[in-house]
């Protein structure tokens, strides 16, 4: 085992940090009492905030780091929201997401897609022409989406190790239409192929819902775990780590 002096962890809910439970990167520091554990998982991320930001907090990482990112839903593509609607959760995740200089937050203004069309969707008040503007947008495609995240995961393992980072990226969001891409082209592809043989890389059939379903721990309807599943895959990591 390397003796790492940090474990850098992103994502999305399904690896945020809770206030009801103890989740994985917790036990995670149990395990490893001696290295430093980072979680910067946010729920409701987007790919590319996780590509982003874990790009921006690894360049300046020091010491021997292990890297691991569990990617969210191909489908949520990250906007910049140019609206006035008072969404909350804008707010509360560039924060996080630049804690040094946190009075940027009102600046800042990258999110989530889907949370916009739901209150576009629900919010009889929310009556907003920059997002109808995406709504209308009538080009999204699954396939697209899986080809651009398994792409943009070779540059990402890429990077990683130009910077002599080790890690494990997967998926930890299950996706509702994968039986709907076209995996005919997918498979063909070089980047494909290569995520079939990076050690680095998990299957990309693996998600958290279904580990947890396959093992028999508690789960919500959503698929995300509690504390007994959070401690078996911080265990499960140990095999990576």
Sequence with gaps: MVDYNTIYINGDSYSQLSEDHKVYSDFLSELYPDTSVINRAIYGSNNARIFRTSTEDL??????TFAVIGFSFTQ?????YAGDYPASHIYEKN????PVNSELADKIRFDTSVWHFYEQETNSGYDDPDIKNMITNKHR???????????NLVHFSGFLKSQNI???LFRAAK??????????FIKSTSAWKYTQQDPGILDLNFNIPDFAADYNYNRSKTGHM???????FAEYLKQYV
């Design 166 to 168: 080790d890690y494990l």
């Design 226 to 232: 509690y504390e007994d599943g959070h401690r078996a």
């Design 95 to 98: 924060t996080s997401d630049f």
């Design 76 to 80: 949520r593509e990250e906007i910049w």
């Design 141 to 151: 495609s699954s396939t697209k989406n899986m080809t651009d995240f398994i792409f």
């Design 59 to 64: 360049l300046s990482a020091t010491g021997k």
């Design 175 to 184: 996706e509702d239409d994968m039986q709907d891409l076209n995996w005919d």
